[in-house]
């Protein structure tokens, strides 16, 4: 699958790096800029070919027969976004009792112009105690991957600054629905 992703992305003109040190097994990978379904697409074929195999929150609805068997496979975990769950706890929990566990998330939570990032990527990653790899599309440059290892520090305002300063200058497909410029 390795090489086919790579000459995927190769034929669109992309360059999809990683620097996850191979001593790093738990982390929350933060994806931005998310304005775009082909983020998710780019996304999985960039896994692919570096090999990485991260799981992704993904509504429950989407979990329809015969695509819910496709995204559980590709590492789909489904949320219920009308009620209230203990997704960050259940999620910290797994991560602890995993030998291995990478979860992407997209902390504008959805593709639409978002003024203010949800805060679970960063909630998870402090109760797992476990990094932060910032990774990230743009589509200006065609390269992106998850590129930095970030430890959150638990003073979410300070850090909150220097993830936004990794993210500033990143297009996004449609770079009107991206909030960091």
Known sequence: MQRISGFVLRLFGWKITSCIPPEIKKAVIVMAPHTSYWDFVLGRIGYWYLGIPSKFYIKKEAFFWPLGIWLKKLGGMPVNRHRITH???DTAKQIQESDTFFITITPEGTRALVRQWKRGYYQLAMKAEVPLILGYLDYKEKTGGPTKVFYPTG???????????????????????????
């Open 87 to 89: 997704l960050v706890a």
């Open 155 to 181: 003073d979410y305002e300070n850090d909150l600054k220097i993830i936004e300063d990794f993210y500033r200058g990143k297009q996004g497909r449609n770079p009107q629905w991206f909030n960091v410029k």
